[in-house]
């Protein structure tokens, strides 16, 4: 278990992006029965989504959360010393994106970047990154951007996905100050690297005819190969296996019960599994926002998003909050973090 300690550095800033474009999952009657929707909607939790448009990326929603950041701050652009961007949905196989974040924020040449492709852990990940990066001397401020346009690789006619995946962009501010020990516990199992995954437009299987190909599967869901597929039970029966466990071995880590914590923020995967984990875990489920049913599972970008849609005016007792995501690779990630001291801006529409 790869359990890792920082002290001295926190969350201090964080903000969030959403598209305009509201996509309802009640008119989705043409894909699937009236029946169906209304348990996915029940079940599941998520009645809406937002979508970007075509001519929008994530790292045009990150730029605006930035941005956002920045100016609610009164950051000095010339302090922040890295840049991550987390992402599986970049503007290109090459090159990085974050270098183009750096240029359009006007931040110095000498800003350190770099580019982490993971799904729904990517955020507990790559706070982890970001604290280590702001532990290291030379390093004061870390502006971590993370966020997702799953829409652009759904298909509209796979009833599996489409209810289930929207769009966001995320910006945190990482820096060292007065914060309490922060913990970590970070895993992988890349056995079921299968369950999750967009077969062709890599390197291993190119783009190709092949790939481009609809195939209809034995449910009627239509898709090519070039599109995100997701084995819903193989996911569901990972998180019940992995989440629950990981975060009572992260409260042992801290010596602490679930009675000691404020809040536990998932990432927005589905709200009856979630639920689930709560009830095991024993925590009242008004210690665990969700924003699921406003926008969605945002992948990697759900976690930093509940926290600016869900935590600004409620929740003032969040000094023991515990972030954790799963998802594909397979990998999962779950840390115990302070968000006292954290300014949480208002939710941006772009």
Not at 225 to 230: L, V
Not at 316 to 338: C, E, K
Request: glycine content about 8%; hydrophobic content about 40%; overall charge negative.
């Amino acid at each position: 278990m790869a359990i890792i300690r920082y002290h001295h550095v926190g969350m201090k800033a964080v903000s969030a992006c959403v598209p305009r474009q509201v996509m309802y999952n009640k008119d989705l009657t043409d894909l699937i029965p009236q029946e169906e929707i209304d348990k996915t909607i029940e079940g599941v939790g998520i009645r809406e989504r937002r979508y970007a448009d075509a001519d929008t990326c994530a790292s045009d929603l990150c730029l605006a959360a930035a941005e956002q950041l920045i100016a609610d701050n009164a950051i000095d652009k010339t302090t922040i010393d890295a840049l991550i961007f987390i992402s599986q949905t970049p503007d290109y196989h090459q090159p990085a994106t974050s270098p183009w974040l750096q240029h359009q924020l006007g931040l110095p040449t000498t800003t350190l970047c770099f580019d982490v492709n993971l799904a729904c852990s990517g955020f507990v990940y790559g706070l982890s990154i970001a604290y280590a990066y702001a532990s290291m001397q030379g390093i004061n401020n870390v502006l971590l951007l993370v966020g997702e346009t799953m829409s652009k690789t759904v298909s509209q006619k796979d009833k599996v996905s489409t209810p289930l995946f929207g769009d966001a962009g995320t910006a945190t501010l990482v820096s060292k100050g007065d914060f309490p020990e922060a913990v970590f516990s970070l895993h992988s199992d890349g056995s079921g690297s299968e369950v999750i995954k967009m077969p062709y437009g890599g390197y291993r299987h190119p783009s190709s005819p092949e790939g481009l190909m609809p195939h209809t599967d034995a449910e009627g869901n239509v898709r090519t190969g070039e599109q995100f597929f997701m084995d819903g039970m193989a996911v569901f029966n990972f998180g019940m296996k992995v989440e629950p466990k990981d975060i009572k071995n992260l409260l042992s880590e801290c010596g602490m019960t679930i009675d000691d914590v404020d809040l536990l923020i998932y990432h927005q995967a589905n709200k009856f599994m979630t639920d689930f984990f709560s009830k095991r875990l024993k925590i009242s489920l008004d210690k665990t926002p969700y924003c699921l049913d406003k926008y969605g599972n945002t992948s990697s970008a759900s976690i930093p998003l509940t926290i600016v849609s869900e935590l600004k005016d409620k929740y003032p007792d969040r000094q023991r909050v515990i972030v954790s995501g799963f998802g594909a690779g397979l990998s999962w990630a779950t840390a115990m973090i302070d968000l006292s001291k954290c300014h949480i801006s208002q939710l941006v529409e772009y």
